[in-house]
């Protein structure tokens, strides 16, 4: 709030260098502009845009609020409100392209974020997935799952492996031997895989496995 007098331009002054300083301390030096709007209880208003993806992307509106409002609030002093637009906001900080996704119940959209953790986000295919499992005997306790990791990532020449994940390791009780179980998601960003194409990776992957690593297959 503002002293009772205090002129209409010197509130907008201080509403824009206050929300530009806050814009900067979320986005970093990003580039800005303002543009008149239109809200019930503040005038002039105003929408702060910020340039993001290559294009201009609203993230809060403000304003001077009206002096009946003041007055109806048995307040002396001027002051401006502003609210942000926190889906906005995300899009930025999460690097999120479609603000419909926020209103999405699809787990690949909301298991890729934790609370208190600014995450990329990471596009899904709107294509089938495709699921298929490896177990073997490690053979050696000097096997390492980035090894295995790394087998994968050569034998793929696109980009059709979404996620592998170790999904259950056994120790035998008597011999002390060591079986993992990896889960395969298979699934393309640009068209439906089928299950020849699917199968000649997995296969690859296989005998990689048991020829650079030693593993035993189940």
């Given at each position: 709030?503002?002293?009772?007098?205090?002129?209409?331009?010197?509130?907008?002054?201080?509403?824009?260098?206050?929300l530009?300083?806050?814009?900067?301390?979320?986005?970093?030096?990003?580039?800005?502009?303002w543009?008149?709007?239109?809200?019930?209880?503040?005038?002039?208003?105003?929408?702060?845009?910020?340039?993001?993806?290559?294009?201009?992307?609203?993230?809060?509106?403000?304003?001077?609020?009206?002096?009946?409002?003041?007055?109806?609030?048995?307040?002396?002093?001027?002051?401006?409100?502003?609210?942000?637009?926190?889906?906005?906001?995300?899009?930025?900080?999460?690097?999120?392209?479609?603000?419909?996704?926020?209103w999405?119940?699809?787990?690949?959209?909301?298991?890729?974020?934790?609370?208190?953790?600014?995450?990329?986000?990471?596009?899904?295919?709107?294509?089938?997935?495709?699921?298929?499992?490896?177990?073997?005997?490690?053979?050696?306790?000097?096997?390492?799952?980035?090894?295995?990791?790394?087998?994968?990532?050569?034998?793929i020449?696109?980009?059709?492996?979404?996620?592998?994940?170790?999904?259950?390791?056994?120790v035998?009780?008597?011999?002390?031997?060591?079986?993992?179980?990896?889960?395969?998601?298979?699934?393309?960003?640009?068209?439906?895989?089928?299950?020849?194409?699917?199968?000649?990776?997995?296969?690859?992957?296989?005998?990689?496995a048991?020829?650079?690593?030693?593993?035993?297959?189940?």
């Amino acid at each position: 709030m503002f002293e009772a007098g205090t002129g209409g331009d010197v509130i907008e002054e201080d509403l824009k260098r206050t929300l530009e300083g806050v814009t900067k301390e979320i986005f970093g030096e990003v580039e800005m502009r303002w543009n008149d709007d239109y809200f019930p209880f503040t005038s002039p208003s105003f929408e702060l845009e910020i340039f993001f993806n290559g294009e201009w992307l609203e993230v809060l509106g403000c304003g001077v609020i009206q002096t009946q409002i003041i007055e109806n609030a048995g307040l002396k002093q001027p002051g401006w409100a502003f609210g942000l637009g926190l889906e906005r906001l995300a899009m930025v900080l999460f690097e999120i392209p479609d603000i419909r996704l926020f209103w999405s119940k699809d787990p690949r959209f909301i298991d890729q974020f934790k609370s208190g953790e600014i995450i990329k986000f990471k596009p899904f295919s709107k294509y089938p997935s495709s699921i298929r499992d490896i177990s073997f005997w490690t053979g050696s306790q000097n096997f390492h799952a980035n090894d295995f990791s790394e087998i994968v990532r050569n034998c793929i020449s696109e980009d059709i492996i979404e996620s592998v994940e170790l999904i259950d390791e056994f120790v035998h009780p008597k011999t002390k031997e060591v079986s993992n179980c990896f889960r395969f998601t298979y699934r393309s960003m640009e068209r439906s895989l089928t299950n020849e194409e699917i199968d000649k990776v997995h296969f690859k992957v296989r005998e990689r496995a048991v020829d650079e690593l030693g593993v035993v297959l189940r």
